[in-house]
């Protein structure tokens, strides 16, 4: 049956490039970016679903052409209840900078064996390839394992609040169900990604006493304080949050102190507050909130020693918990590569954050996967041809693997 369907999704090759060709040409940008949300696009998709079950949800957004924002489900039913989801999204990021492109970033261009637009690589190479890969098991009239639904979803580039977040909230996905988020990957398609580290943003407003830069012992010098602060938290944040895990790049918790907002005007003031920020990427093995609790005695004790007041804010918080790697969705992914590619993927973890984050804060066991240049969010984005309809033959096969 393998064999079929890899033949048969590579005979849909012509059609692959040109729904994707067309949808690159229907600009969804999510309002929060000043667009006109994603409807025009899930007509066009909706357009191509013949044969799969279908059910569109609306989420109400008055700013949006037609007042909604659409998230699409598409099922072929499998020997099982249990669902495998392959969740995509149909929104873009704007093309940025027009001068930086060498074609129209919503006119979809064939070259090379790449598709370029804005949208191509992200996300709707992968949109189209689990499109295609429905599309090969309906022709060829098989019934698969699992039921295959697809996900084509809205808003994932500004916060999912009208997508993901809302299909989960709504009960859509069953908690046994399966979930593949092709939005993010290697070139090589060799590794999945199952954690991600929780992130933490801090802000750091240090009050001294402002006075003139020749009189100091008039005044408390924020800017010093701020430094000092800095400073000692950074090594005693790095010193007892020390552990490595090797399936992170980079396997350590990270700590950097980023943005310093502008204090004084002149240089002869000393000045009386000082703000600042830190950026943190924690592996899941800490819990952020005791990271948190000892940021606050550290502060405490830093207060008493120099006399100064810190107020200590979390601008930024996000956690999910890992995907297990021996989870049945890292299995199931893992055969159908394998057995399609000849290759046996590894796993990973990342510092950033996906909608992946979403289903596993909901308590799904979620794999990201795709086969990417990593051209997302660029100039001249594209799709490589080869990666659409190879990963095609994944998707394809993936509810037909049986442990
Ligand atoms: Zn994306």
Redesign the pocket.
Known sequence: MLPDLKEKVDGLRDSAIEILSKIIEIKAISPDSGGEGELKKAEKIESHLDGFDVERLDVKDDRAYGGVRPNILARIRGEQKRTIWIVS?MDVVPEGDERLWNTPPFRAVVEDGKIYGRGSE??GQSLVASLIAGKAILELGLTPYYTLGLAFVAD??TGSKYGIQELIKRGVFEKDDLIVVP?GGTPKGDMIEIAEKSVVWFKFSVFGKQTHASMPEKGLNANRMAMEFLLGIDRALRDKYSKTNPIFQPPVSTFEPTKREANVDNVNTIPGLDVSYMDCRILPEYNVDEVIEFVNRMKEGFEKEKGCRIEVEVVQREFSPPTDENSEVVRVLSRAIESVRGIRPGVYGMGGNT?GAFFRKAGFQTAVWSTVDNT?HQPNEYCRIDNLVEDAKVFAYLPFVRL
């Open positions: 999204h992200d996300n994932e580039e939005d909608c997302a």
